[in-house]
Nanobody, 121 residues
Framework: QVQLVESGGGLVQAGGSLRLSCATSGVVFGNYVWSWFRQAPGKEREFVAGINWRGISIDYADSVKGRFTISKDNFKTTIFLQMNNLKPEDTAAYYC??????????????WGQGTQVTVSS
């Protein structure tokens, strides 16, 4: 059974940094894609960044390009999201997700429970 567990969220001032982690288990490697999504209160869940099983980043949302970096630790099957120069509009619950094909839509097969990121101005 596939399980995803996010960690690393918290409260940070604007301009600060956070590193999110997503520990995965039960994934059969070779055909999966990992992505980070986020959802702010009253808004739809939106794509943030995606990476393939080789650890090669696939895509970033325009709003985070140049500030966020997605990476993968192949030995520990952990996905990271390094977030720099955070802005108040980055405040949201961040979710890790796994799917057999890349998509910018939140229609992934497996999801973590989410971790809250709050950026104060």
């Amino acid at each position: 059974q596939v399980q995803l567990v996010e960690s690393g969220g918290g409260l940070v001032q604007a301009g600060g940094s956070l590193r999110l982690s997503c520990a995965t288990s039960g994934v059969v490697f070779g055909n999966y894609v990992w992505s980070w999504f986020r959802q702010a209160p009253g808004k739809e869940r939106e794509f943030v960044a995606g990476i393939n099983w080789r650890g090669i980043s696939i895509d970033y949302a325009d709003s985070v390009k140049g500030r966020f970096t997605i990476s993968k630790d192949n030995f520990k099957t952990t996905i990271f999201l390094q977030m720099n120069n955070l802005k108040p509009e980055d405040t949201a619950a961040y979710y890790c997700a796994v799917n057999s094909a890349f998509s910018r839509r939140p229609d992934y097969e497996y999801w973590g429970q989410g971790t809250q990121v709050t950026v104060s101005s």
